[in-house]
């Protein structure tokens, strides 16, 4: 009995404290789609420069042939600075886009995309329109967190296209969606075989007795469902990054559970006496300590969790975008979309408060984010080199708390990565084709190829140059024929299934939703408050 309850616990605080509920609240499901023109029966981009997602460099200019949803053609139709051969292109489509000037790239994959919440107050519209309006074509939901009814409804209606909405790969948290807990390993296959029954894609784990995380992963594998976990502080003792690797693990996310793993002169992370996990500042206050307590970059020990990592073929989605704050926390609260994109409800959920996940500003401080510079600082060190090894990094953002807003967030993600060392193209091989393989899509999305579907990113700036250009709010750039500065860049367009959506017009339908939310709690456009709450916006109490 006591063992039951125990483990009764770890689940609730394990799935309360890591942002799912155990009583799972769902956001107002997304409307009929009213955006997008297409699939057509050709559709013609006609000379673009093309970054394929692979890896390789820019080609162009190239026309790239859709029919339906699929690409059928890319065929290069000239060289730089000279006139196009007309004579020597692929015949006229119904609908033809003229990218000539422009890049276009993959769409991209968000590898961990939570649908908005409840207590954020996002409606599933405004989540998915902000990916959208961003190129994300593909999400990896880890945790169902509005319900795996819920989630898996919206999968369908997205595949089908009947609601502007990326593309949705279904992820269970571990224990969701059955009405008892689970307490032996023959408990954890049921539940496998239950999830796989109800159609989902994959499962996400927080923790669990190793008994019982061996015994899921195990009947995942038999299922052919795919695996992530956020290796939490309560578990992560008993089962860390490369345990669960060799249980048969396909990602890690985050990074929690690998410096756990380059421990060498001890077993147990270094908590002050007085620390407690539920006090968020404790939590992540000394998580930005933790990478310095592991084995120092190139050391053997350092080399021996690595290698083997890579010989798994393990995947880590790092999220790099989420804990930024904690290393600046201004420069986070104070992003220039939040003015116009961030709707007050969210506002107030990333404000300073004891009941809210990741809202841990009780008091920080410089200490705390000298801290967190170097703790990235090794982390970037590690991730960057298993990158370099030939480990499949990918790109996900984790937004909708700790001032990370959907789809901003995740171009933020590539500018993390790029810090990290990654080359730009090696940056969007990440948030593509690396992406794709990981979820074991890559023969139907993640790079522009012959056969694969139509998902693409078009932007009039080249990326490359300027990661900043894929924001919906563009770049600063000094125009100096006109001494005017201007804003460039932002998606233009983004095609799912060979459907064209204008990028920025969702963007507007956005900013037009937070504009609406302000005005009915009576709150002026602009800044939101931080040190106090208006008389209209509810205590964030949550």
Same mark, same amino acid.
């Given at each position: 009995?006591?063992?039951?309850?125990?483990?009764?616990? +770890?689940?609730?605080?394990?799935?309360?404290?890591?942002?799912?509920?155990?009583?799972?609240?769902?956001?107002?499901?997304?409307?009929?789609?009213?955006?997008?023109?297409?699939?057509?029966?050709? +559709?013609?981009?006609?000379?673009?420069?093309?970054?394929?997602?692979?890896?390789?460099?820019?080609?162009?200019?190239?026309?790239?042939? !859709?029919?339906?949803?699929?690409?059928?053609?890319?065929?290069?139709?000239?060289?730089?600075?000279?006139?196009?051969?007309?004579?020597?292109?692929?015949?006229?489509?119904?609908?033809?886009?003229?990218?000539?000037?422009?890049?276009?790239?993959?769409?991209?994959?968000?590898?961990?995309?939570?649908?908005?919440?409840?207590?954020?107050?996002?409606?599933?519209?405004?989540?998915?329109?902000?990916?959208?309006?961003?190129? !994300?074509?593909?999400?990896?939901?880890?945790?169902?967190?509005?319900?795996?009814?819920?989630?898996?409804?919206?999968?369908?209606?997205?595949?089908?296209?009947?609601?502007?909405?990326?593309?949705?790969?279904?992820?269970?948290?571990?224990?969701?969606?059955?009405?008892?807990?689970?307490?032996?390993?023959?408990?954890?296959?049921?539940?496998?075989?239950?999830?796989?029954?109800?159609?989902?894609?994959?499962?996400?784990?927080?923790?669990?007795?190793?008994?019982?995380?061996?015994?899921?992963?195990?009947?995942?594998?038999?299922?052919?469902?795919?695996?992530?976990?956020?290796?939490?502080? &309560?578990?992560?003792?008993?089962?860390?990054?490369?345990?669960?690797?060799?249980?048969?693990?396909?990602?890690?996310?985050?990074?929690?559970?690998?410096?756990?793993? +380059?421990?060498?002169?001890?077993?147990?992370?270094?908590?002050?006496?007085?620390?407690?996990?539920?006090?968020?500042?404790?939590?992540?206050?000394?998580?930005?300590?933790?990478?310095?307590?592991?084995?120092?970059?190139?050391?053997?020990?350092?080399?021996?969790?690595?290698?083997?990592?890579?010989? +798994?073929?393990?995947?880590?989605?790092?999220?790099?975008?989420?804990?930024?704050?904690? $290393?600046?926390?201004?420069?986070?609260?104070?992003?220039?979309?939040?003015?116009?994109?961030?709707?007050?409800? &969210?506002?107030?959920?990333?404000?300073?408060?004891?009941?809210?996940?990741?809202?841990?500003?009780?008091?920080?401080?410089?200490?705390?984010?000298?801290?967190?510079?170097?703790?990235? $600082?090794?982390?970037?060190?590690?991730?960057?080199?298993?990158?370099?090894?030939?480990?499949?990094?990918?790109?996900?953002?984790?937004?909708?708390?700790?001032?990370?807003?959907?789809?901003?967030?995740?171009?933020?993600?590539?500018?993390?990565?790029?810090?990290?060392?990654?080359?730009?193209?090696?940056?969007?091989?990440?948030?593509? &084709?690396?992406?794709?393989?990981?979820?074991?899509?890559?023969?139907?999305?993640?790079?522009?190829?012959?056969?694969?579907?139509?998902?693409?990113?078009?932007?009039?700036?080249?990326?490359?140059?300027?990661?900043?250009?894929?924001?919906?709010?563009?770049?600063?750039?000094?125009?100096?024929?006109?001494?005017?500065?201007?804003?460039?860049?932002?998606?233009?367009?983004?095609?799912?299934?060979?459907?064209?959506?204008?990028?920025?017009?969702?963007?507007?339908?956005?900013?037009?939703?937070?504009?609406?939310?302000?005005?009915?709690?009576?709150?002026?456009?602009?800044?939101?408050?931080?040190?106090?709450?208006?008389?209209?916006?509810?205590?964030?109490?949550?």
């Amino acid at each position: 009995m006591r063992t039951r309850l125990t483990l009764r616990l +770890l689940a609730v605080s394990l799935l309360a404290w890591l942002g799912v509920g155990i009583v799972l609240a769902q956001v107002t499901p997304a409307p009929p789609r009213a955006e997008g023109d297409g699939p057509y029966d050709r +559709l013609v981009l006609r000379g673009g420069t093309l970054i394929d997602g692979s890896g390789a460099p820019p080609i162009g200019p190239v026309d790239i042939v !859709v029919e339906g949803n699929r690409i059928v053609e890319i065929k290069n139709v000239g060289n730089p600075g000279v006139p196009i051969r007309e004579e020597d292109r692929p015949a006229a489509g119904d609908r033809e886009l003229d990218v000539h000037g422009m890049y276009v790239l993959p769409g991209f994959v968000d590898m961990h995309a939570h649908i908005g919440g409840a207590r954020q107050g996002t409606p599933a519209e405004y989540v998915f329109k902000l990916w959208m309006g961003h190129g !994300v074509t593909t999400i990896r939901d880890p945790g169902s967190g509005n319900g795996l009814d819920w989630t898996l409804e919206h999968r369908e209606k997205s595949a089908k296209n009947e609601i502007t909405a990326p593309r949705i790969v279904a992820y269970a948290a571990f224990g969701s969606g059955w009405d008892r807990p689970i307490v032996t390993p023959e408990d954890a296959r049921e539940w496998v075989r239950f999830v796989k029954e109800k159609g989902m894609d994959g499962i996400k784990f927080f923790g669990a007795p190793p008994e019982i995380m061996k015994a899921a992963l195990d009947e995942a594998k038999r299922q052919g469902l795919g695996t992530a976990m956020h290796h939490a502080q &309560l578990a992560v003792t008993r089962v860390n990054a490369l345990q669960s690797a060799t249980w048969g693990l396909g990602s890690m996310e985050h990074w929690y559970g690998l410096p756990e793993a +380059l421990f060498t002169d001890r077993t147990v992370q270094h908590y002050p006496l007085d620390y407690n996990y539920l006090n968020e500042q404790d939590r992540f206050g000394q998580a930005g300590r933790l990478w310095k307590q592991a084995a120092p970059p190139y050391s053997p020990k350092w080399n021996a969790v690595m290698d083997s990592l890579l010989a +798994l073929d393990f995947t880590i989605d790092p999220t790099f975008n989420i804990y930024e704050a904690s $290393r600046d926390v201004m420069r986070a609260m104070r992003a220039e979309w939040h003015d116009d994109y961030t709707l007050p409800s &969210l506002w107030n959920f990333y404000r300073p408060s004891r009941r809210a996940h990741g809202s841990y500003w009780f008091y920080w401080t410089t200490e705390d984010e000298v801290a967190w510079r170097e703790n990235y $600082r090794l982390w970037m060190t590690f991730i960057n080199e298993y990158k370099n090894r030939g480990g499949r990094v990918t790109t996900g953002s984790d937004s909708g708390f700790i001032y990370q807003l959907y789809g901003f967030a995740y171009i933020r993600e590539l500018e993390l990565l790029r810090e990290a060392g990654f080359h730009p193209l090696e940056v969007l091989w990440a948030a593509t &084709l690396k992406g794709a393989e990981a979820l074991g899509l890559d023969d139907e999305i993640g790079s522009v190829q012959v056969g694969k579907k139509a998902d693409f990113v078009v932007v009039e700036e080249n990326p490359l140059e300027n990661l900043k250009v894929l924001y919906g709010t563009g770049a600063i750039k000094l125009n100096d024929e006109t001494g005017a500065v201007e804003r460039v860049g932002g998606v233009k367009w983004t095609i799912k299934d060979g459907i064209i959506y204008d990028a920025k017009a969702l963007l507007a339908d956005v900013r037009a939703m937070v504009a609406r939310a302000k005005a009915e709690a009576g709150l002026p456009p602009g800044p939101m408050p931080v040190e106090t709450a208006s008389p209209t916006m509810p205590p964030n109490d949550r």
